[in-house]
Structure formats: structure tokens, C-alpha cells
């Protein structure tokens, strides 16, 4: 008796014990799911956990890489400022915007860019390249923009890619640009190769050869006259901060098809009657800070010409006729811009007529003489 009861009484206790422990309702987690259909439980989930824990995480196929340090977004990689010194490993395959500026990259391998065949633009701007393998850039099938500025580069590298539109490269230490250097890029449209030590002697003949280039930039380099060998497809040339003197008669006979002219900061004194003859499409014409003493002549004849500075120089007199031709309503194309401030002369003995030819009065920057 007593001990049936004693049984009675011991798994009623039992059973009061098994309720007690029922847990309340959770959201289930990684586990959880991973055990359903699988047949699986907790002991076997822990048990391959276990296993794989000395081994790295696999990721799906679709899933792209990024390299350690950068951001990956939608076709661009940015690795700026991260003080690399060689370029990445593991950069997407599929990736058209590749930053690395700003970093401490001495040299391009040829490796480098390997099967980087969808790369549309590479920034490579402030660090300290000198030194780039004549295969670096033979994966970059679809390259358009390349910006190689502020690097310690003396030439401008060999077998850029065909497919190149845009070759920023100014603030290097090129002296010199060999035959030959743009061969094979007949699709390139703007150079920026401003900032370096290069002097006119430093194209050699036949250096542009091949381009048709719409936009070049030789700024702040060590130039004494107007280069006589550039591509004569361009419409922008600038040259300012240099040291060119004078504008000799046929300087520009190459260059019928400019529309803007950057002469400004040089130290030009004289420009040869005719001069400008050869640019009659010429929009802009910058000639700021040189040490002209009068208007270029010329500008009367240019049907197109809109906008003119000459401020900064030495000009001491303005003639009725140097802007406007003579008589009403002959030029086709009105200035809207005519810069004239900085020099010796003072506007209230320049007579209204010389600038029948603008269209506000606005547009003309004059102010007073001070020494």
C-alpha cells in the first residue's frame, strides 16, 4: 500500500516537474531554421558547428569581393587614403570606378589590374608613382578616363590603353615627350599635362601624332613661345603660367579650329601683326596678366570672338577702333565679355564708341588705373 502510493505520488511530482521547465514562446533563430527538413538536432547542429569553426566562411558565388580597407558600391571601389603602397588584390571583376588617390603606390605592376577588363575610369592622382610596366595597363580593355596628376612620373607611360578618351597627368616631372607617345590613341580627346618642367624642346617631332585631340592643357610648365607641333583638331588650348614673350605671325597657322585661347600669365610683350588672322573662330581669347602695352590688333576682324581679357598688362591707351570694326552692325558676333582693368588707362579717355560692339555695358570690367 505504501508503496504504491509512494509511486503515485512520485510521478505525480514528475510530471509537475516537466511542466515547470516549458519554456515560453521565442522568435526562433538561425538554429532553428537551419534544423528544419533536416531532420537534425541541437546535438548534430553543434556538432558540424564545431567542425567548420576552424574553417572560413564560404560566400555565395554571386557575391563580389571587396578589397581589405575599401568600399565596394555598385560598380565603384573607392580605396583612397588608406596609405597603400601597392594596388589592391581581390578588386571585383565587374568594377568601372577604381580610386586610389591619395595613397603611397611607387610603382604599377603587370598584374596589377588584372581581369579588370569593365574598368570605364582609373584615379591614381597623389601618390608616388614613378614607375609604370609597358603591360600594366593591356587588361583595361574599355579604359576612357585616366588620372595619373601629382605622381613622380618622367614619361608619360607607354601603351596606354586604345580605348582612352580622357589622360589627366599635370604635376609630374616629365621633361620630354618622345615620338610616338599617343600612337595607337586615336579616340583620345582631352590631355591635361600641365605642372610639369617641360620646355618647348621637349616635344619632339611627331610627339602628337595620330590624335585628334578637342582639349589640351600645358599650363604652368616652362614654355617660350607657342608649341608649332600640336594636334591641329584642337578647339581649347591652354597655356597660361608659362613663359612665352611674344605671339609671332604664324604661332598659330596650325590652329584654325580653337575656340578658346588661355595665354594669360606669361610674360608676353608683343603679338605680331596677322597673328590672330589664322584663329577666326576664336570665342575666348585670354591674354591676362602679360605686359602688353596696347590692344592686340586684329580683334575687329574676328566675326566670333565674345569674350576678351586683357586686364593686368601695361596697356596705357584704348583706341576707338581696336574691339569694334568701323560702321554699325558689321560684326556677326557680339562681345559679352571685355576685361580691361589693371592697366594705365583710365576709362574717361576711352571714347563710348569703342565698344558700340558690345552688348551691355555691363560686360566691360574697366575700373581705375592704381599704381
Not at 579588370?116 to 584615379?123: D, E, I, K, P
Not at 597623389?126 to 593591356?138: D, E, G, L, Q
Amino acid at each position: 500500500m505504501f508503496s504504491s502510493l509512494s509511486l503515485l505520488l512520485l510521478l505525480h511530482i514528475c510530471s509537475l516537474t516537466v511542466s515547470s521547465l516549458a519554456l515560453p514562446f521565442e522568435q526562433r533563430g538561425f538554429w532553428d531554421f537551419a534544423m528544419d527538413g533536416n531532420g537534425g538536432d541541437l546535438t548534430s547542429v553543434m556538432m558540424r558547428d564545431e567542425e567548420g569553426s576552424g574553417m572560413e566562411e564560404e560566400l555565395p558565388p554571386d557575391v563580389p569581393l571587396c578589397p581589405f580597407g575599401c568600399h565596394c558600391q555598385l560598380h565603384v571601389v573607392q580605396c583612397s587614403d588608406l596609405s597603400l603602397t601597392v594596388v589592391p588584390k581581390e578588386i571585383p571583376k565587374d568594377t568601372k570606378l577604381l580610386d586610389l588617390q591619395n595613397n603611397r603606390i611607387t610603382e604599377l605592376k603587370e598584374n596589377d589590374f588584372k581581369g579588370l577588363a569593365n574598368l570605364y575610369a582609373l584615379s591614381l592622382v597623389n601618390n608616388k608613382i614613378s614607375k609604370v610596366h609597358p603591360k600594366a595597363f593591356t587588361p583595361l580593355l574599355h579604359l576612357k578616363k585616366l588620372y595619373f596628376s601629382r605622381n613622380l612620373l618622367t614619361v608619360v607611360p607607354r601603351n596606354l590603353p586604345p580605348s582612352l578618351v580622357e589622360l589627366r597627368i599635370h604635376e609630374n616631372r616629365i621633361k620630354t615627350v618622345p615620338e610616338g607617345t599617343f600612337s595607337r590613341l586615336g579616340s583620345m580627346n582631352c590631355i591635361e599635362m600641365g605642372g610639369n618642367p617641360i620646355q618647348n624642346s621637349g616635344f619632339e617631332p611627331g610627339a602628337f601624332k595620330g590624335l585628334k585631340l578637342n582639349y589640351l592643357r600645358i599650363s604652368e610648365a616652362k614654355l617660350t613661345g607657342i608649341p608649332k607641333d600640336l594636334p591641329d583638331s584642337l578647339h581649347e588650348l591652354h597655356l597660361d603660367s608659362n613663359q612665352i614673350q611674344a605671339i609671332e605671325l604664324e604661332d598659330l597657322k596650325r590652329y584654325k579650329h580653337l575656340h578658346r585661347l588661355g595665354l594669360g600669365h606669361n610674360h608676353i610683350r608683343m603679338i605680331e601683326n596677322g597673328s590672330l588672322s589664322y584663329v577666326q573662330n576664336l570665342r575666348e581669347l585670354h591674354l591676362d596678366n602679360n605686359r602688353l602695352t596696347r590692344v592686340p590688333k586684329g580683334l575687329p576682324e574676328m566675326k566670333y570672338l565674345q569674350v576678351v581679357y586683357l586686364h593686368s598688362n601695361n596697356i596705357s591707351q584704348v583706341d576707338v577702333n581696336d574691339f569694334c570694326p568701323r560702321g554699325f552692325g558689321i560684326k556677326r558676333s557680339f562681345y559679352n565679355g571685355i576685361s580691361l582693368y589693371g592697366n594705365p588707362v583710365y576709362y574717361w579717355e576711352v571714347q563710348p564708341a569703342t565698344f558700340r560692339c558690345v552688348t551691355d555695358r555691363l560686360a566691360i570690367q574697366f575700373g581705375n588705373y592704381k599704381k
